[in-house]
Every structure is written in structure tokens, then in C-alpha cells.
């Protein structure tokens, strides 16, 4: 991919966001990619409604929107703002209202909407790997550290001097020639 395309890539991703556990893109945003105005896309929502199933588009709800608009500074309904809710567009609505726009700029910019939406599922997938592999190290140390803790108790018990021999060493001499041993003296 050449310089350009590349920042096509990224400004598009940066207009992804994530609602209801989906990766989406907002309709005024897609509308600015493809180059049309946001009435006349959701005009060809509203008219090819058969295309669009819950998974390729979903209206967000007030609450959803109130959250998108504390986030990103979103002008009121009351000055001149919106009026209804948005829609929001997972990658293959994305690409399904490139071709009810039928619009030469729809269909180069679709491309560019493919590959942000592939980029950042290959993110997050390789984000998920590492957590993965995380754990297990995690894991495999829980485990070393009970193994280390067990070979250094055996070091210590090997260290430790053994106990004396109270027992003394020679010739002992039954008892009653000690005690006669003991008279003459």
C-alpha cells in the first residue's frame, strides 16, 4: 500500500468505535467517507431496508448516543444539530451501503473501510494472544516459585549441622566391675 492509502487506512479506523460488543462505524462518519451527505445515505438505508439485517446496521439508542456525545463533542438537536438517532454500521453494512450508494468514491472508499476494519480485528486478535500468553507464563511461574521453594527448604535441611552423638566412644565396663573400679580408688 502506497503513503496515501495508508492514511486513508487510519483516518478510517479511527472513526471505528465499539457499541454494544461491535465494531462499528457511525452513519455521519461513513457519509463523510463516501463522499455523500448523511440524509442521502440513510435515504438509501430507508429504501433498501431488505439489505441491512440487524448485523450489518443497528439505530443506537438515546443512552448510546448521550454516551458518543460526552465523548466526542457532538452539537445538540437543538442547534442545528441531529434529529434522530444514528445509525450504526458493522463492516458489512459498511461495505452494503457502498453499493446502494453506487457512487464511484462509495466504491474506492469501501476498500479503505475493509481494511480498517480488518486492522483492527487483527489488533485486537493479537491484543487477546498476549493476554493469553501472559496467563500461562503467569501459570508456569505460580509453579516454578513452588518447585524453587521446595529445593531450597532441601538445601536447608542439608545445610544444618546434624545433631552430636551424645553416645560416648571407648571401652565401657559393665557395671559391677565400675563400681568395684570405683572402691579401690
Known sequence: MNKKAI???RQTESKIQIIRGQKVI???????????PVRQLNQQIKRNTDRFPADFLFRLSGTEYENLRSQFVISSSTYGGRRYLPY???EHGAIMAATVLNSERAVEMSIFVVRAFVQMREALSSKQKIVAKLGELEHRLETHDSDIQQ?????????TPPEPNRRKIGFALPAATAKAHAKKK
Open 151 to 159: 529445593l531450597i527448604e532441601a538445601i536447608r535441611e542439608l545445610m
Open 7 to 9: 492514511a486513508l487506512v
Open 88 to 90: 450504526a454500521f458493522t
Open 26 to 36: 457511525l452513519d455521519a462518519d461513513l457519509a463523510e467517507l463516501y463522499g455523500v
